[in-house]
């Protein structure tokens, strides 16, 4: 059994150390130079990959500290896009600022590749980057340009191409789409999210792709996802607990993320707990195929209750090889 996180990770410090939001307020406010802002970022990513090297963490993430929110790195790396204003993520009390498409998508790059290419050295862990799903885009963005949603996803199925392939020779190991719209909607065409991704994963490409189905229910979506060449799917088990059934009789013909930490919730959970509902699993898919994680990312947790969960996934996998 491997552990990772999901995504992101709280800009402040659990103790005493860098704080990311108090230097962006001292950096508008011109206390601080853009050197002093870019060192407060690269000690912040330094503290996120070390933690997850003392958790024994098999993947990670930078913690996405360099990023405003999920849409980020996406929206700076192309054209004809701009962040526009605050929208509410889904039922989180946390605004995210939407992406608004203003002309036809051409992707420029540099941003992303540059910001993983600094994590993948700096981490003694392998890291991963996750990116907004292709409908967790299109339900957040606001379109005034295309008219045709037919249209508009061709052109966002070819930039999201370009940015994998840019991010192939940077050291990361393995991209995670984010759906959280699908997990949230079963109702949108199971044909054209297929064709969607079919078209998306270029077999060409050698680094990992995985997806994440989070803050709903993932089942809906199985039959349909693990045909396809992911080389991983995450499922959150807390939003969606009858999951859990399904991953214990059906093996799936990839990896297998469990979300059986809270991400939303302070409160820690018993690894003999968490264990009991992994072990069926893991006996179905295989132990070298199964990951446990946080449910989404960690952002939505005090940091000091964020450093435990992380820590909490070495207890739990020291439980499950003892």
Request: hydrophobic share 40%; aromatic share 8%.
């Amino acid at each position: 059994m491997k552990t990772t996180v999901m995504g992101s990770y709280p800009k402040i410090p659990a103790g005493s150390g860098p704080n990311v939001r108090s230097a962006i307020q001292r950096f508008e406010k011109g206390l601080l130079t853009p050197s002093q802002l870019f060192d407060t970022y690269s000690q912040v990513i330094g503290r996120v990959v070390d933690l997850a090297a003392e958790a024994q963490l098999d993947r990670t993430t930078d913690g996405q500290i360099r990023w405003y929110d999920l849409f980020d790195p996406v929206v700076r790396d192309l054209d004809n896009v701009q962040s526009a204003g605050l929208i509410r993520l889904f039922d989180n009390n946390f605004y995210v600022r939407h992406p608004l498409i203003t002309g036809r998508l051409q992707y420029q790059g540099g941003t992303l590749a540059a910001w993983s290419r600094e994590a993948a050295k700096r981490s003694p862990v392998p890291v991963k980057v996750a990116l907004p799903g292709l409908f967790t885009f299109l339900e957040l963005a606001e379109d005034k340009s295309y008219a045709n949603q037919d249209a508009l996803l061709a052109d966002l199925i070819d930039v999201m191409r370009l940015t994998v392939k840019h991010l192939e020779d940077t050291g990361i190991v393995e991209l995670q789409w984010d759906e959280p719209a699908l997990a949230r909607n079963a109702t949108l065409s199971q044909n054209q999210v297929e064709e969607a991704y079919r078209a998306l994963l270029d077999p060409g490409i050698s680094l990992e792709q995985s997806i994440a189905l989070y803050w709903g229910k993932s089942s809906p979506w199985l039959e349909r996802l693990s045909a396809l060449p992911f080389s991983r799917i995450y499922f959150d088990a807390i939003s969606d607990p009858s999951i859990l059934d399904v991953l214990s009789q059906t093996a799936l013909p990839m990896d297998v993320g469990v979300g059986l930490l809270d991400a939303r919730n302070v409160r820690l959970e018993e690894p003999r707990e968490v264990l009991h509902h992994l072990e069926p699993i893991i006996r179905r898919q295989g132990a070298s195929k199964v990951w446990i994680h946080p449910n989404c990312g960690l952002e939505f947790l005090p940091p000091d209750r964020a450093e435990q969960k992380v820590r909490l996934l070495k207890d739990i996998k020291t439980l499950i090889n003892a």
